[in-house]
């Protein structure tokens, strides 16, 4: 028997950071942030529609390096939702990030049951790129170090975030990834496998 999946938000909330010195935060400009918004459906319910608000506001006030919720409403649906900033980078940084990427995914992911943002923020004294063959290798390497840990998880929670060092010059990477806690083992690990390769082809080759 097909369980009915459970609905969710998920986000990312990323700052990514190849150099040091972080410049004072300021309103990102429209060539700093991106999103994407999955083709799973739309929220039926007003209610989880304030259940995914009030979520994002336990994201802006309980920053940490990563910061998770989750709510199930018992009825086969609920919340799941995460932001992740580099360790590296002060509060008062990653809560800027944060506070400036919730409603910019809302906005344009506005009923979606999953939907991902992210915010670029500007630095000072930046390293040389990476190529794009080193980052596709640095983001196989990292997806393989999460994704057992995920997919581990119980029916609570099977989320994990980490990060690894790629390239010349040892450039910091940091991810996170997440599935639906009712997720079978099987099923988390092919969702997993299958954004991994999403990635590539939207991201790391350009």
Same mark, same amino acid.
């Given at each position: ?7 969710s ?6 700052a990514?950071i *190849?150099?040091?010195n ?9 060539d700093?942030q991106?999103?994407?918004c999955?083709? *799973?459906? *739309?929220?039926?319910?007003?209610d ?11 994201l $802006? ?7 998770y919720?989750?709510y199930d409403?018992?009825n086969g649906?609920?919340? =799941? ?7 590296n980078i002060?509060?008062?940084a990653?809560?800027e990030?944060?506070n ?8 344009n ?8 943002? =992210?915010t670029v ?7 040389t ?11 196989n390497?990292l997806?393989d170090k999460l ?5 581990g998880g119980?029916?609570a ?7 690894i ?8 990477? $940091?991810g996170s990834m997440?599935?639906?806690?009712h997720m ?5 690990r092919q969702c ?8 590539h *082809? ?5």
């Open positions: 028997m097909e369980t009915k999946p459970l609905i938000l998920i986000i990312l909330l990323q990514i *190849n150099c040091v972080l410049a004072i935060a300021q309103k990102p400009t429209p700093q991106a999103f994407r999955s083709k *799973n459906g *739309n929220f039926k319910s007003d989880l529609i304030k259940e995914r608000d009030a979520a994002f506001n336990v $802006y006030k309980n920053i940490q390096q990563p910061i919720t989750g409403s018992g649906e609920g919340i =799941w939702s995460y932001a992740l900033c580099p360790p002060k509060m008062e990653c809560r990030c944060v400036n990427t919730m409603p910019y995914l809302k906005q992911c506005p009923k979606q049951k999953e939907g991902v943002a =992210w923020l500007k630095t000072m004294m930046c390293m790129p990476a190529t794009a063959a080193e980052l596709e290798k640095g983001v390497s997806a994704k057992d840990k995920a997919v119980d029916s929670k099977k989320y994990e975030s980490g990060s060092t790629y390239g010349p010059g040892s450039r910091a990477l $940091y997440q599935c639906l806690p079978a083992k099987v099923q988390c997993l496998s299958d954004a991994t390769t999403r990635i *082809n939207d991201c790391t080759k350009s």
